[in-house]
């Protein structure tokens, strides 16, 4: 059984930041890929940043300059670092792995609960 559960989403005014963290835990062999997605209501989910276990990220056009994801591959858990918030990055936040959970077992998606942001003044 794998868990991933994110925290740090909450209400901020423009320009302000938050700290999303993303902690994955259970039956882990490794962790390939990590991701931010976002769902802001009407719209479909978009891929806002990733990181793979090598350390290759990609970032949306949209937050380039603005946000950073890092992670820690000994606690199994990402960051997303997002500054100068504006209205447009509200959305519900949703954090995705790429798990493997054992030696030759193909990888699983496995998702958050997703977690809210609003930037509003």
């Known amino acids: 059984q794998v868990q991933v559960v994110e925290s740090g989403g909450g209400l901020v005014h423009p320009g302000g930041s938050l700290r999303l963290s993303c902690a994955a835990s259970?039956?882990?062999?490794?962790?390939?890929?990590m991701s931010w997605f976002r769902q802001a209501p009407g719209k479909q989910r978009e891929l806002v940043a990733s990181?793979?276990?090598?350390?290759?990220?990609n970032y949306a056009n949209s937050v380039k300059g603005r946000f950073t994801i890092s992670r820690d591959n000994a606690k199994n858990t990402v960051y997303l670092q997002m500054n100068n918030l504006k209205p447009e990055d509200t959305a519900v936040y949703y954090c995705?792995?790429?798990?493997?959970?054992?030696?030759?077992?193909?990888?699983?998606?496995?998702w958050g609960q997703g977690t809210q942001v609003t930037v509003s003044s």
């Open positions: 990181i793979s276990s090598g350390g290759t990220i």
């Open positions: 259970g039956s882990i062999f490794s962790i390939n890929v």
């Open positions: 995705n792995t790429a798990i493997t959970i054992g030696p030759q077992i193909p990888p699983t998606d496995v």
